[in-house]
C-alpha cells in the first residue's frame, strides 16, 4: 500500500512499487512496453480516483501504425496523464534532465518517464530541434504512436500559442496521420506547472479529434508555406477542441516579453 502526503508523491512512490512482492517476480529488463503495462496498471486505477478525467474521442487514434498525437501543453502533468488514457504507447520528446536525478526522486522520475515512453534529448544549443525531429521520425517509422506540443513549451497564460512547423515536417517526412487532441483543466489540478498536483482541483478532460491527412502535401516537407498551412490546420483543430483563446505568437516570445 502507498501511503504518501502528497498526489505527487503519490504518482512517484506508486510507480516504483515492486509488483513482485504481491503477484510474482515481473521482470522489468523487459523493455519500456513492459514497463509500460506496469506502471498503467498501477496508476491508472488510482489516476481516475485521484483527478477523474474524463476521455473523449480516443477511438479516434489508430489502432495500429504510425499516429501523431499533437495537442496544447497547459502545465507538467500533461506528459503524466497522456499516456496513461490512451490504449497504445505513447512515445514522447522530453528534457534529458528529467532522467539523470541521482536523488531517490529523481530516480523514481527517470523509472516513470522512460517507462511510459520518453525518450530523453537534450533540446538546448542549435541542434535540440533536429535530433527530436529525427527522434520523433525514428519512431513513427517503426509503427509507434508519437505524441508532440506544437507550441514547444507549456502555455504562460492558458492561451493557445503558435505552433512550430516540426509537426508538419513530421507528417509529410513519414505520411502518419496527425491526431490532435486537448487537454482541459490539467492547469486547475497544477497551477503554474509546478508543485503538488491539487486533489479536487478540478476535472481534467482529454479530448481527441478526427485524424488529419496530409498526404496530398507527399514530398513537400520543405516549403515553408506548406509546412505552416499543415501546422494551422492542426492548431485549428487543437482550439476547436480545447476552447482555449488562440494567440499567433510563438509561446517563448510570450514568455521572454
Not at 26 to 31: K, P, V
Not at 150 to 163: A, I, K, M, Q, V
Request: hydrophobic fraction near 40%.
Amino acid at each position: 500500500m502507498c501511503r504518501v502526503p502528497g498526489a505527487a508523491s503519490i504518482v512517484l512512490i506508486c510507480a516504483s512499487v515492486r509488483i513482485d512482492h504481491a503477484h510474482g517476480h515481473t521482470d522489468w529488463a523487459e523493455g519500456p512496453l513492459s514497463r509500460f503495462r506496469l506502471i498503467k496498471a498501477v496508476l491508472g486505477p488510482l489516476l481516475r480516483v485521484l483527478f477523474r478525467p474524463r476521455v473523449e474521442g480516443a477511438d479516434r487514434i489508430p489502432g495500429s501504425g504510425p499516429v501523431i498525437l499533437a495537442g496544447n501543453h497547459l502545465t507538467f502533468i500533461d506528459s503524466m496523464i497522456l499516456p496513461l488514457v490512451t490504449s497504445r504507447q505513447v512515445f514522447f520528446i522530453g528534457k534529458d534532465d528529467y532522467v539523470t536525478g541521482r536523488s531517490l526522486k529523481g530516480r523514481l522520475m527517470a523509472w516513470f518517464f522512460t517507462g511510459v515512453g520518453m525518450i530523453p534529448v537534450d533540446r538546448d544549443g542549435g541542434r535540440g530541434g533536429v535530433a527530436a525531429l529525427m527522434t520523433g521520425r525514428r519512431v513513427l517509422e517503426e509503427g509507434n504512436v508519437f505524441a508532440i506540443y506544437p507550441e514547444g513549451t507549456r502555455s504562460p497564460d492558458g492561451r493557445l500559442y503558435r505552433g512550430r512547423t516540426g509537426i508538419a515536417r513530421l507528417a509529410l517526412m513519414t505520411g502518419a496521420p496527425v491526431v490532435p487532441f486537448a487537454m482541459i483543466g490539467t492547469d486547475e489540478v497544477q497551477p503554474g506547472g509546478k508543485g503538488l498536483p491539487r486533489i479536487g482541483g478540478g476535472r481534467i478532460t482529454v479530448r481527441f479529434g478526427e485524424p488529419l491527412d496530409f498526404s496530398r502535401y507527399e514530398g513537400m516537407d520543405r516549403d515553408r508555406y506548406v509546412l505552416r498551412a499543415v501546422t494551422d490546420e492542426v492548431m485549428s483543430d487543437v482550439m476547436d477542441l480545447s476552447g482555449q483563446e488562440y494567440v499567433d505568437v510563438y509561446a517563448t516570445k510570450a514568455k521572454a516579453a
